[in-house]
């Protein structure tokens, strides 16, 4: 593979404009060229105090999961505004340990780098089928849980932690948007290889489009972190569709694994 492996290629970067510097700043290391195009806008509730009101309950908790990166740092902006710590409580009132989980590694590490440990997560697929297999969370009868998370989202982490006997509320710490986006600009840019990473990004990209859009876009490489996305990608006629690994790490390596066989094919390498 040469040094700049992406070089001459646009790749388009979808990740919320707060969350794509580091993706976009690797890419751009590889040769490629940077197209962002956010699908989501992410930003705190509006109204605070509901979770406000929760972070005072904390010490009520057995265990608290972070579903997202954004979760983590809206949650942990809202614990420490509080004044409030995952650490355990040593008051007779407390329930001594607050086990801490997180859906994916990306969620771990912004947990570890603002000083948590002792993080329950899986090690491989990241979601929350992933995380209710894991063994810690098998007997949780009686346990009070609390999932830190965006407005809405998937029901199947707290509906199983409920049929396993747990009492779940959610704590909504941050709230997403469709920004306004200029689908000419995208097309103009001729991209080579388009990222997602959600499901609901993806919907927005194809809502976005016409029909004549849609038929150039789906022969374009889609790279996706998660399979529930490229089952989605696949349902709405998306030809070219490249799962990878979770997170910025599997995305690049799935950006660079493609762009050393498609130079490969194209007789551009000679073998020894």
Known sequence: MTERPLAGLNI??????EQAAQLAQRITQA??????????????????????????RLPEFNLAIFISPNAVRY????????GASLSPDPS??????????????????AL???????IIAPQERFDSEALLALPELQQVAGWRVVIFRGDGGRELLGESL????????YAACYQRAKPQQNIGM?????????????????????EMLDSAAKERLAAVPLFVPHARIAEAAHKLGWRVVMPTAGGDDGLLAGLLAWADQRTGSRGLRTED
Do not use: C, H
């Open 75 to 82: 949650g942990m902006a809202a614990i420490l505004a509080a």
């Open 186 to 206: 995208l097309l103009a840019a001729n991209p080579d290889a388009i990222t997602v990473t959600s499901s609901e990004a993806l919907a927005y990209l194809w």
């Open 92 to 109: 007779p009132q407390g329930r001594g340990e607050l086990k801490i989980a997180t859906v994916g590694q990306g969620s771990a590490k």
């Open 112 to 118: 570890r780098d603002l000083g948590v440990d002792k």
């Open 162 to 169: 409920k049929a396993r006997g747990a009492s779940v509320e």
């Open 12 to 17: 388009v970067v979808t990740r919320p404009r």
């Open 31 to 56: 040769g490629g060229q940077v197209i962002l195009f956010p699908l989501l806008e992410i930003s705190p509730v509006a109204d605070p105090k509901p979770l406000r009101t929760l972070v005072a």
